[in-house]
């Protein structure tokens, strides 16, 4: 299902608090550079226990653009949103603890992003905290 | 740490911290953790606050490098998330892949993904067991979990060639076919191992010390865990009477019969049962599945290079820790766009700071243990 990103909180809201969609599976994003505008998808799986029915909501957001958080909605998108963020850089309103997760907290760059090589790294970061010239 | 004395006036000097608070620091280098995780603690006296994850220390990028491989290529990568439970996470990717191309694996091929899936979900639980009592001070159960676990690990070897890493499946199917006396083996396997599970029991479910540090530790009830988008053994032990092999079959789990183990209390205690029932129902699957071992190719037709069509597809199936989801895009090239590995461990590990609130800092032992992560599995 793709929706505006206007109304992407309101039908999260709904199918969560009428539809019992109420584990949320995943948050995850996908970037396509390539598009002028709305450079990410942003997804929620969702899964109803009652019914036993798995749903895919998606909207497209521009770079930049921040989205609200369902950490309200589902406790559980908190670490899942700080991983989108941590790879992304999509922010997220409202939500309680907005950091990195996996990389280091003063790491530069979203590793996830296209324009973000394999082998790029955050030279100034390794150099100054482990010493060496490259981590690979 | 500080003491307060009256003649000295620490309070107002910001190095020393408030007497009634202390903040320690479990890991990322402690026996407990299983890997690189550490915890920072807040506690009071023995009485823990609360709890902070602070997890990466194992990130390899696993997303970014698929996007630099083709389909195939990937395959080997995803054995190393999830180290103890490979050929769960093999299995989840191949299935996922089939989805998008819209190919299905054979009959054979099947039941051969189920017996080698169900072994792995036994070996996984071993070593679980295994470190977990360890951790509380039971030093058998480990010897006797790995001895048993070396007869699995064989057959994984004798099969594949590789005991932990094994790369077993390949997209449509499986790579090799069963090696002479296969079927043998694995049903001596379950006559073998059956009567080690009691072993296990006679060790653990009736010890006084076992159920003093396990039962009402780390209590979750059933919505907490779905609030907490918590799967596997942990939501069962809760009650929730939840599987994907039950809920959304694949791989033809809709043909074998077996029960859904669940707890009552969503207590580390009820989690142990839970687990070793699904040990006994897993030999359970193992044994129909190599009875009704159907004749036939292993392999569907799969094109040599792959090459889907545009689109994008979730899978998910029952991995030993949990829900083991894959979502992986296509842009129509060799390389998968994206690929997204929703871990069961990542989001089960985010649980951790709600189970040991009011408990002591022994009990954050076995919290870690009961949740069973694995590190490589929570960074990628």
Request: charged fraction near 30%.
């Given at each position: 299902m793709v929706v505006d990103p206007s109304i992407a909180y309101e039908v999260l809201q709904i199918l969560h608090n009428?539809?019992?969609?109420?584990?949320?599976?995943d948050v995850t994003a996908v970037h396509y550079p390539k598009r002028e505008k709305q450079e990410f998808d942003l997804i929620w799986i969702l899964y109803s226990f009652a019914q036993n029915e798995r749903i895919r909501v998606k909207t497209q957001i521009t770079d930049g653009a921040t989205v609200k958080s369902v950490v309200g909605l589902w406790p559980t998108a908190n670490w899942l949103e700080r991983e989108v963020y941590d790879m992304f850089g999509i922010k997220f309103e409202g939500h309680p603890d907005l950091r990195r997760i996996l990389l280091p907290e003063d790491w530069k760059g979203?590793?996830?992003?296209?324009?973000?090589?394999?082998?790029?790294?955050?030279q100034a970061w390794v150099q100054a905290n482990l010493g060496i010239q490259s981590g690979q | 740490m500080t003491t307060a004395t009256s003649n000295l006036d620490l309070h107002e000097d910001k190095t020393f911290l408030d007497s009634t608070e202390l903040i320690l620091n479990m890991g990322p280098q402690h026996p407990s953790t299983h890997g690189v995780l550490r915890v920072i603690l807040k506690l009071d006296g023995e009485k823990v606050l609360g709890a902070e994850c602070v997890i990466g220390y194992l990130h390899r990028g696993v997303e970014k490098i698929a996007e630099n491989r083709t389909y195939t290529q990937f395959g080997?990568?995803?054995?190393?998330?999830d180290y103890v439970a490979s050929v769960s996470n093999g299995l989840g990717y191949c299935e996922t892949v089939e989805k998008l191309i819209n190919v299905e694996a054979p009959p054979r091929a099947q039941h051969i993904r189920v017996i080698l899936t169900e072994l792995n979900r036994i070996t996984s639980h071993q070593v679980w067991l295994g470190t977990h009592a360890l951790d509380l001070g039971a030093m058998t159960p480990v010897f006797y979990c790995f001895r048993d676990r070396e007869e699995i690990l064989k057959i994984f070897e004798k099969y594949?060639?590789?005991?932990?890493?094994?790369?077993?499946?390949?997209?449509?199917?499986?790579q090799w076919e069963t090696y002479e006396g296969f079927e043998k083996e694995v049903l001596r396997l379950c006559d073998f191992f059956e009567p080690k599970i009691d072993e296990y029991e006679q060790l653990l479910t009736t010890n006084r010390i076992w159920i003093e540090r396990t039962k009402g530790v780390g209590v979750i009830s059933g919505p907490q865990c779905i609030a907490m988008g918590v799967t596997g053994p942990v939501l069962r032990g809760s009650g929730v009477k939840w599987d994907l092999r039950k809920a959304k079959p694949y791989s033809?789990?809709?043909?074998f019969d077996f029960e859904i183990a669940t707890g009552e209390n969503g207590d580390t205690y009820d989690r142990y049962i839970v687990r070793i029932r699904e040990m006994r129902q897993s030999v359970r699957i193992i044994r129909q599945a190599v009875e009704s071992l159907p004749a036939g190719p292993i392999m569907a037709k799969v094109p040599k290079v792959l090459k889907p069509l545009p689109g994008e597809v979730y899978h998910s199936i029952e991995a030993p820790k949990g829900e083991l989801g894959y979502f992986i895009v296509s842009d129509g090239s060799l390389q998968p766009y994206r690929i997204r590995v929703r871990p069961p461990s990542f989001v089960n590990l985010q649980a951790l700071d709600q189970m040991v609130r009011g408990r002591l800092i022994a009990d954050v032992v076995a919290i870690i243990g009961t949740i069973d992560i694995v590190l490589g599995e929570v960074d990628r």
């Open positions: 009428d539809e019992s969609y109420d584990y949320c599976v979203f590793p996830l992003r296209k324009e973000h090589g394999i082998k790029q790294q955050d | 080997p990568y995803v054995d190393r998330m594949c060639g590789a005991r932990l890493t094994t790369h077993a499946f390949r997209v449509g199917g499986c033809g789990y809709e043909k």
